[in-house]
């Protein structure tokens, strides 16, 4: 890939990888179940809410290298620079690796769009339906051993980091974190531990001929998940444990929706843009802005229970996110680029698909493409190949 100049900016797309069979999730929901299967029956939950969500493409295999190889095309003619693949190990292995390791790493044209891993270690939780009332059946804890923690970064270097299209961040291999007290947790609790194993996994990579990591972590003041645990002393955490960076998941991460069922996205937008100059300012470490392009965890709702709030997935939805109101936010997070000195331009939206969230870039029966045409029409002037 060639490199990029410095005043490009990196629109980097999360990309939940839950829509192609699992061994896990066979042995859970049985064969042949994906995402899907929640995605197809999702139904209103209050007058005017937009359900189901119904995809163009169809409910393809991710972990088909053409469907990938589709993707990867799309995002790319929009102006996206990279997928950041949202990635699972806990102590009884791999989970949802397919999508990244066979389909996007076995796409023909994978060489067009850069990748990286948001290591997604929360506890997994049964909310596949999930009923009204938690707490909700633990399937897998986020928290993990420092032997396991090796297990899965060793495979980070032997099957990612020397591929070509791995995305790189001012020279180091980006590495995500989602849940930093999760990882503290599973080293005794202990921030001296974590900083060891965070050190002896940058030595790996160098030892492996690879260069440098970039370590980022997600951040937030509010609790999505039931499992969530926020980081109070940001500054405090990454500067003891060394993290390069800090970045956001989603918006409501960071504020309440104030109103029930359903909150207004442009009002929650002009919220939310107030914290790209806030975090930026607060942290002692870069802080690169996110965009979300809306929320809905309705359809991980068991369709038949009465839809009250009453904790995740039963939240309030953003509505009206229409592909203009996204295109004013991506219009405020290029201002803010533009006017900061944080290097790279550097900003994460969620989601290219997450559907059973309702944040996603892929294109529905409602609005099309059109979601992928703002960001091209926002961007396309410097990131145009």
């Known amino acids: 890939m060639t490199k990029k100049r410095q005043d490009e900016y990196e629109i980097a797309a999360y990309y939940f990888p839950n829509y192609h069979e699992d061994r896990s999730n066979i042995e859970r929901h049985g064969k042949g179940w994906t995402e899907w299967e929640l995605v197809k029956r999702g139904s209103p939950r209050f007058p005017g809410h937009q359900q189901p969500k119904v995809p163009v493409w169809g409910y393809e295999d991710e972990a088909d290298p053409d469907v990938m190889a589709k993707k990867i095309d799309a995002a790319v003619d929009h102006g996206l620079t990279s997928f950041i693949f949202d990635w699972y190990w806990y102590k009884e292995g791999p989970f949802l690796q397919r999508a990244l390791e066979e389909g996007f790493l076995g796409a ?206 039963y939240t309030p939805v953003l509505v009206n996110n229409t592909p203009d109101e996204f295109r004013k936010a991506l219009e405020a997070v290029k201002l803010f680029l533009d006017s900061s000195s944080t290097v790279p331009k550097l900003f994460t939206i969620n989601a290219w698909n997450e559907w059973t969230e309702g944040s996603y870039l892929e294109p529905d029966s409602v609005n099309g493409m059109e979601y992928l045409e703002a960001i091209k029409n926002v961007f396309q002037s410097k990131n145009a190949k």
């Open 108 to 313: 023909a044209n994978n060489d067009r769009l850069s990748f990286a891993l948001m290591w997604a270690n929360h506890d997994w939780e049964d909310l596949h339906p999930a009923k009204r009332n938690p707490p909700h059946a633990k399937l897998s804890q986020g928290a993990i051993s420092e032997e396991v923690f090796i297990q899965a970064t060793d495979h980070m270097i032997e099957h990612y980091f020397s591929h070509p299209s791995y995305m790189k961040v001012n020279g180091g291999l980006y590495v995500s974190l989602y849940e930093l007290m999760s990882l503290i947790k599973g080293f005794d609790g202990s921030l001296e531990k974590t900083r060891n194993m965070l050190q002896d996994f940058r030595r790996r990579v160098r030892d492996a001929g690879l260069g440098e990591l970039h370590l980022n972590a997600i951040v937030w003041g509010i609790q999505a998940l039931p499992s969530e645990e926020m980081i109070v002393d940001v500054n405090g955490y990454m500067e003891q444990l060394g993290f390069d960076s800090v970045t956001s998941y989603i918006w409501v991460h960071h504020n309440p929706m104030p109103n029930f069922p359903a909150t207004d996205y442009a009002s929650f937008r002009e919220v939310n843009q107030g914290d790209f100059r806030k975090f930026t300012d607060e942290y002692q470490v870069p802080y690169f802005p996110n965009v979300t392009m809306g929320w809905d965890p309705s359809p991980r709702t068991v369709q038949s229970e009465v839809y009250d709030e009453v904790g995740y997935p």
